[in-house]
């Protein structure tokens, strides 16, 4: 059974930094690339990055590009997103999600469950 | 950058009914167009891929029609389970996702 599941979550102060991870398991992890979307409160869903099966392509949004790093670690089935000068509007529960294939051009399937990450001072 | 636009925003309709929410995208996106079901506090849920594949194990009565820039997700007959937000998703050149539609029971 495929799992992800997002760690990293909680209140940080504006400018501050802040790492999420998400742990994968029940699939061959270092075949797929892996995204980070994100939903802010009362908000629709955000793409925010992708990065690929070797961690050698990475792809931002452009609110996060320059401030957020995704990064992977294969002999860990780990995907994290490195959030720095983090602001208000930042404020959002972010996911992970899996590509549905090898390809960039897939859907994302399936997703965790999301962490929340509330900047405030 | 492909801009999606979801209409309605709200949709109100009862068990039974038949319901259809429209996505139409800024450019062709070739068919490289999902659905998702999001309820609160839940992963979003993979429903249609490909504008009209559907997802294994999803119920049939979810089906996706389109091309181009226009776009349909289709519920035949609502179930309670089906009251949630749904979104579309380019995923042609990068990714993003129309504003959603949530699904209310009337």
């Known amino acids: 059974q495929v799992r992800l599941v997002e760690s990293g979550g909680g209140v940080v102060q504006p400018g501050r930094s802040l790492r999420l991870s998400c742990a994968a398991s029940g699939f061959t992890f270092n075949i797929y690339g892996m995204h980070w979307v994100r939903q802010a409160p009362g908000k629709g869903l955000e793409w925010v990055s992708l990065i690929s099966y070797d961690g050698l392509n990475k792809y931002y949004g452009d609110s996060v590009r320059g401030r957020f790093t995704i990064s992977r670690d294969n002999s860990k089935n780990t995907v994290y997103l490195q959030m720095s000068s983090l602001k208000p509007e930042d404020t959002a529960i972010y996911f992970c999600?899996?590509?549905?294939?090898?390809?960039?051009?897939?859907?994302?399937?399936?997703w965790g469950q999301g962490t929340l990450v509330t900047v405030s001072s | 950058d492909i801009q999606m636009t979801q209409s309605p925003s709200t949709l109100s309709a009862s068990v039974g009914d038949r319901v259809t929410i429209t996505c139409r995208a800024s450019q062709s996106i070739n068919n490289y167009l999902a659905w998702y079901q999001h309820k609160p506090g839940r992963a979003p849920k993979l429903l249609i891929y490909e504008a009209s594949s559907l997802e294994s194990g999803v119920p049939s009565r979810f089906s996706g029609s389109g091309s181009g820039t226009e776009f349909t997700l289709i519920i035949s007959s609502l179930q309670p389970d089906d009251f949630a937000t749904y979104y579309c998703?380019?995923?042609?050149?990068?990714?993003?996702f129309g504003q959603g539609t949530k699904l209310e029971i009337k």
């Open positions: 999600a899996k590509t549905r294939s090898g390809s960039y051009r897939a859907p994302f399937d399936p």
């Open positions: 998703q380019h995923y042609n050149t990068l990714y993003s």
